[in-house]
């Protein structure tokens, strides 16, 4: 008679993450950002991160196959769930068979997720076809990106960010490509005045390069709307400006400034930023 009996726990006193496992075992669990392997634990708003089981063992066979499953939560510092995914494997019915085996949870910083927030990433893995598991949990912070400006006159916001639908991400470090659509967008923005629930939004949109060439010019891109408005309600889930810069001749950085701005109060709000334009 014999007895399957392995029980485990690791913490990296760096970036704080911690791993347990029962009966199954992993020995390197790591986190990259941009396929860099990195041991911090704040993130900037938009940044995807890897959560990485490197060799896991330890599950029950099935004719060579093995089940895994794996849950995700995230939960504010509160202990309330933000986010759950679970079954994250379900499409391997027929099981896996790799060696090694490595598994990876992967998880976008951004809403419900909020900038300035404290939060707690739980994995939990564990075999569809015995009873051993292996979770990981990490606190990390986030952070807005700092590469952008924002002075808000009697204006607040949730969230202000760089995001390229070309590329499906948020832009984290700056960096833009020639003929990609960019959009600046702000969300939860409150503080217009209003006029039976709507209210009168301006936006101004411009760009200069590092010779102070003008790039982009746009005196009001919400213009169509100064005599009718929009619904309060529609400009704070979100307001945007795109913008695509074609050809290949620039100087960089462009520098890029959008502005909104409320028609009837002195209530504006400046988004800033210097992007990089690469080929």
């Known amino acids: 008679m014999s007895c399957n009996f392995s029980k485990s726990v690791k913490k990296d006193l760096i970036s704080g993450l911690t791993t347990t496992g029962n009966?199954?075992?992993?020995?390197?669990?790591?986190?990259?950002?941009?396929?860099?392997?990195?041991?911090?634990?704040?993130?900037?708003?938009?940044?995807?991160?890897?959560?990485?089981?490197?060799?896991?063992?330890?599950?029950?066979?099935?004719?060579?196959?093995v089940f895994p499953d794996m849950k995700l939560v995230v939960t504010d510092k509160l202990g309330d769930t933000m986010l759950y995914s679970d079954n994250l494997y379900s499409k391997y019915t027929e099981g896996m068979n790799y060696t090694p085996?490595?598994?990876?949870?992967d998880l976008t910083i951004?809403?419900?997720?909020?900038?300035?927030?404290e939060y707690i990433l739980h994995v939990l893995i564990s075999d569809k076809k015995g009873?051993?598991?292996?979770s990981s949990k990490i606190k990390f912070t986030v952070k807005p990106n700092d590469l952008i400006?924002?002075?808000p006159v009697n204006i607040s916001y949730d969230e202000v960010y760089l995001f390229s639908p070309?590329?499906?991400?948020?832009?984290?470090?700056?960096?833009?490509?020639?003929?990609?659509?960019?959009?600046?967008?702000?969300?939860?923005?409150?503080?217009f005045?209003?006029?039976?629930?709507?209210?009168?939004?301006?936006?101004?949109?411009?760009?200069?390069?590092?010779?102070?060439?003008?790039?982009?010019?746009?005196d009001d891109l919400l213009n169509e709307y100064s005599e009718t408005g929009v619904a309060a309600s529609d400009l704070a889930t979100r307001v945007s400006a795109h913008f695509k810069i074609t050809g290949t001749d620039f100087k960089n950085p462009?520098?890029?400034?959008?502005?909104?701005?409320?028609?009837?109060?002195?209530?504006?709000?400046?988004?800033?930023?210097?992007?990089?334009?690469?080929?």
Not at 131 to 134: D, E, F, N, Q, V
Not at 193 to 218: M, R, S, W
Not at 263 to 277: M, P, R
Request: aromatic share 10%.
């Open 23 to 65: 009966i199954l075992t992993c020995d390197d669990v790591f986190i990259t950002v941009d396929d860099v392997r990195i041991t911090r634990d704040s993130f900037t708003y938009g940044e995807k991160l890897y959560v990485h089981y490197n060799d896991i063992r330890g599950f029950t066979k099935v004719n060579g196959n």
């Open 101 to 105: 085996l490595e598994l990876t949870a």
């Open 110 to 117: 951004a809403a419900p997720i909020k900038s300035n927030g």
């Open 131 to 134: 009873s051993g598991t292996y």
């Open 149 to 151: 400006k924002i002075e």
């Open 166 to 191: 070309g590329f499906d991400k948020v832009i984290t470090d700056g960096k833009i490509k020639f003929d990609d659509n960019i959009y600046i967008i702000i969300e939860g923005i409150k503080g």
């Open 193 to 218: 005045k209003e006029e039976n629930g709507n209210v009168f939004p301006g936006l101004k949109l411009t760009g200069v390069d590092n010779e102070n060439n003008t790039i982009l010019n746009y």
């Open 254 to 279: 462009l520098h890029c400034e959008m502005t909104v701005w409320d028609k009837k109060s002195a209530a504006k709000l400046i988004v800033s930023s210097d992007l990089i334009l690469q080929k």
